[in-house]
């Protein structure tokens, strides 16, 4: 199938030129604010003012930068929600178009995002563009600028992306792009005043789900002003998915906006003011589409395309209050908890405060919530029709996501990310325990006896998607049992004796990225040993086990170095943090590596018990069929034989 621009159906010819005219609308806006707040924004932070040109530029280059990744990030989202692949996996002419669309926004969001590096090192050097230009010096001022130094994982992310789109068609070539491209999203607003000052631990996950609920409703409002949906069922699958994604960034907003406001009145600073404005739109826009879709009506292109151009003054909105300090930073003095953890921990660690002290994570806690009630739903709907699913997969399944929600809510979190033992304790069970009962659970498995399959001329669902991946050459790859079983083993030494946990566990994102990091390759290690959805070519049941005892020995050995190492990991932190019922950091260390060497041996236990119980009921299977053979009369070994002289018979003719 050849695709072209031409084939891509009739364009609204409006949206383009007023699409323009709102950013440069909307862009002036953020001039006339930068210009007219530059040097108090300076003064009132204490910082050195590097000039009115270099600090408009962080404005205008922020908003820009911000819009084309939430464009390109939304553009990936729509295809993959709505594309109809070939035979050959390539997207349709629908989707082509915001393919293009994709290809165009990420290189601008290079360019841009490039750019946003020497400017922001400027800002945080105090001084002007050309000036940091001339003496040199960038490296000095990115290394003292998180912001500058995020600024450079989005420009790499970038170029990824727009490399990456110009080079594949393929449905399953941008489900892997969206994987960078979430990242480069994020890359900005969590090192800006997310993650700074109390509470940065809820802010910085808050603002992870809120960029990626804007970027997705704003690349539906563009695709759906742009092309006309072949079908109703696919229109109506658009507008649920700009509503989900309108609602999580009205929920995660108000969060925000409280947190970054506490202390203050909202319409006494312009941050306050201008974050009443930007939530206000973004609610009507999200009960204007909830409304249409109760009242059985589709979104129109035309208010499709008013809620684009509405959302490009939302961004813009979003850019000025991320570039400024937020009230809460002005009115509040930190203490090197507040800096570092982003709270206050009650007392030394115990039973009691462990389970107690609750810092509720919206990013994986929520996580955690939508898996257990989708679960749930899901036995729900296969009950109703009169299957059965085993007991033991939800009872797994269910333990499963509680745990997970435990580990990232409760104080186990909390004093993990002070704390070198107990985050080991909530690594353990994120990478060994947690990943084993929801393989157990066979999600897959549940979901492709639930949802429905597309039939005819439908557009394909949430039931092809996931066969797609679960059968893509990348999950395949991935799930080999020796590519898993080295990300597994290798990653525990690639996080923990590299410069990379000294970054890690200095910011929540950090803890975050670690967090998602060790339950996808734990996931992976043990779906190939005991794993009951359809997906990798598994091993025999002694290879099964021989792989799974043959990480012990690493386990053993990364546990005795962290218990004999001089040098403590992450102690430039710790030492910040210096928490005063730890009188030794080496002490702590060696605690979390005595708990990596012995708690490895639990999941062990569950995970023999379990391959043992499926060894035996694959035995008993091939018994009754034996038996049901010998009933009927057949015999395996004779029609074996008889079959093998046929073929010798054959072979001599």
């Given at each position: 199938m050849s695709i072209t621009a031409s084939s891509t159906g009739?364009?609204?010819?409006?949206?383009?030129?007023a699409f323009g005219f709102a950013v440069v609308t909307v862009g002036a806006l953020v001039t006339a604010y930068s210009l007219a707040t530059a040097r108090a924004r300076?003064?009132?932070?204490?910082?050195?003012?590097?000039?009115?040109?270099?600090?408009?530029?962080?404005?205008?280059?922020?908003?820009?930068?911000?819009l084309a990744g939430a464009s390109a990030v939304g553009s990936l989202v729509y295809i993959i929600a709505t594309a109809a692949p070939d035979d050959q996996s390539r997207i349709d002419a629908s989707a082509y178009r915001m393919h293009l669309w994709l290809e165009r926004s990420a290189i601008i969001w290079f360019c841009l995002s490039t750019g946003m590096i020497v400017v922001d090192a400027a800002n945080a050097a105090g001084v002007s563009v050309s000036e940091l230009i001339v003496k040199g010096g960038i490296g000095d001022a990115l290394g003292a600028s998180e912001s500058g130094r995020g600024w450079c994982?989005?420009?790499?992310?970038?170029?990824?992306?727009?490399?990456?789109?110009?080079?594949?068609?393929?449905?399953?070539?941008?489900?892997?792009?969206?994987i960078p491209a979430l990242i480069g999203l994020v890359g900005a607003p969590v090192t800006g005043n997310s993650g700074e000052g109390p509470d940065h631990d809820f802010a910085t996950s808050a603002v992870i789900v809120f960029a990626v609920a804007i970027a997705i409703l704003f690349g539906v409002k563009i695709a759906a002003a742009v092309n006309a949906a072949p079908a109703e069922a696919l229109r109506r699958r658009?507008?649920?998915?700009?509503?989900?994604?309108?609602?999580?960034?009205?929920?995660?907003?108000?969060?925000?906006?409280?947190?970054?406001?506490?202390?203050?009145s909202l319409i006494a600073t312009g941050y306050g003011r201008i974050a009443l404005v930007v939530m206000g739109v973004l609610t009507a826009i999200v009960l204007s589409d909830a409304f249409l879709m109760l009242t059985g009506r589709l979104l129109s292109r035309s208010l499709a395309a008013a809620g684009a151009l509405a959302l490009v003054g939302v961004i813009g909105g979003l850019s000025?209050?991320?570039?400024?300090?937020?009230?809460?930073?002005?009115?509040?003095?930190?203490?090197?908890?507040?800096?570092?953890?982003?709270y206050e921990l009650p007392g030394p660690p115990s039973a009691v405060n462990l389970l107690t002290y609750w810092?509720?994570?919206p990013l994986f806690g929520v996580a955690a919530v939508v898996m257990l009630v989708a679960y749930v739903i899901g036995i729900t709907r296969l009950r109703r029709r009169g299957d059965s699913w085993?007991?033991?997969?939800?009872?797994?399944?269910?333990?499963?996501?509680?745990?997970?929600?435990?580990?990232?809510s409760s104080g186990l979190r909390a004093y993990g990310s002070a704390m070198f033992s107990i985050h080991m304790t909530e690594h353990m069970i994120l990478n060994m325990f947690i990943p084993v009962l929801l393989v157990l659970g066979a999600p897959v498995t549940l979901a492709l006896r639930v949802l429905p399959a597309a039939t005819g001329d439908q557009a394909p669902g949430a039931r092809e998607w996931i066969q797609w991946f679960v059968h893509s050459p990348v999950t395949k790859f991935l799930s080999h049992p020796v590519v898993a079983f080295v990300l597994f083993v290798g990653s525990l030494y690639l996080v923990y004796f590299t410069p990379l946990f000294d970054t890690f566990v200095r910011y929540h994102w950090g803890h975050e990225l670690m967090t998602l990091h060790f339950l996808l390759v734990g996931y992976l290690y043990y779906w190939?040993?005991?794993?009951?959805?359809?997906?990798?070519?598994?091993?025999?049941?002694?290879?099964?086990?021989?792989?799974?005892?043959?990480?012990?020995?690493?386990?053993?050995?990364?546990?005795?170095?962290?218990?004999?190492m001089t040098d403590v990991m992450g102690g430039t932190f710790y030492g910040h943090v210096a928490l005063p019922w730890l009188a030794s950091l080496n002490d702590d260390q060696h605690l979390g590596g005595a708990i990596a060497w012995g708690a490895s041996e639990v999941p062990v236990v569950i995970v023999v018990i379990a391959l043992v119980s499926q060894w035996a009921r694959q035995d008993r299977r091939a018994g009754a069929r034996q038996d049901r053979h010998a009933d009927t009369g057949y015999d395996d070994d004779l029609d074996a034989y008889n079959a093998m002289l046929a073929e010798l018979a054959r072979t001599r003719k």
């Open positions: 009739s364009r609204s010819h409006w949206f383009a030129p300076f003064d009132v932070s204490g910082l050195p003012f590097p000039g009115t040109a270099t600090s408009t530029a962080e404005f205008i280059g922020y908003f820009a930068a911000t994982v989005v420009a790499l992310v970038a170029l990824v992306v727009a490399i990456g789109s110009r080079f594949t068609v393929r449905w399953m070539g941008h489900v892997l792009l969206l658009i507008q649920l998915l700009s509503v989900a994604a309108g609602a999580a960034a009205v929920l995660y907003g108000l969060g925000l906006t409280t947190l970054m406001t506490t202390g203050t000025v209050m991320a570039v400024q300090p937020a009230p809460r930073f002005l009115v509040e003095k930190f203490t090197s908890w507040d800096v570092f953890l982003g810092r509720f994570d085993p007991m033991g997969r939800t009872v797994a399944w269910v333990i499963g996501s509680l745990t997970l929600l435990l580990a990232t190939g040993i005991i794993g009951i959805d359809p997906g990798p070519k598994r091993l025999p049941f002694l290879g099964r086990l021989g792989l799974l005892f043959a990480v012990m020995p690493f386990h053993a050995f990364f546990g005795i170095a962290a218990m004999t």
